[in-house]
Nanobody, 126 residues
Framework: QVQVVESGGGLVQTGGSLRLSCAAS????????MGWFRQAPGKEREFVGC????????YYSDSVKGRFTISRDNAKNTVYLQMNSLKPEDTAVYYC???????????????????WGQGTQVTVSS
């Protein structure tokens, strides 16, 4: 059974920073693309970014590029989302997901990710 668990959400002021963590277990973590998504109230879940298994290539949505950074520690089976210069529009539930193995390139579609965490709330106050 694959488990994905996010942590690190909270309340932060505009311009502040947060780091989310995502611990995965039950499969070959290092071989998987790991993605971050978010969902604001009344909106669809949207792609934030992902990190590939090979060369740790990272991809981001235009809305977070330059402010968010994804990294991974395969020894700890953990992926991170460092969020800087946060804006009120970043307020959402953030989800981590485990995607396909041994795939290169960006993977944006939610249906490509088979395993999801429970989500962690990030609230940015103005």
């Amino acid at each position: 059974q694959v488990q994905v668990v996010e942590s690190g959400g909270g309340l932060v002021q505009t311009g502040g920073s947060l780091r989310l963590s995502c611990a995965a277990s039950g499969r070959s973590f290092s071989a998987s693309t790991m993605g971050w998504f978010r969902q604001a109230p009344g909106k669809e879940r949207e792609f934030v970014g992902c990190i590939t298994w090979y060369a740790n290539n990272t991809y981001y949505s235009d809305s977070v590029k330059g402010r968010f950074t994804i990294s991974r520690d395969n020894a700890k089976n953990t992926v991170y989302l460092q969020m800087n210069s946060l804006k009120p529009e970043d307020t959402a539930v953030y989800y981590c997901a485990a995607g396909p193995q041994f795939r290169n390139g960006v993977i944006r579609a939610t249906q490509e990710y088979a395993y999801w965490g429970q989500g962690t709330q990030v609230t940015v106050s103005s």
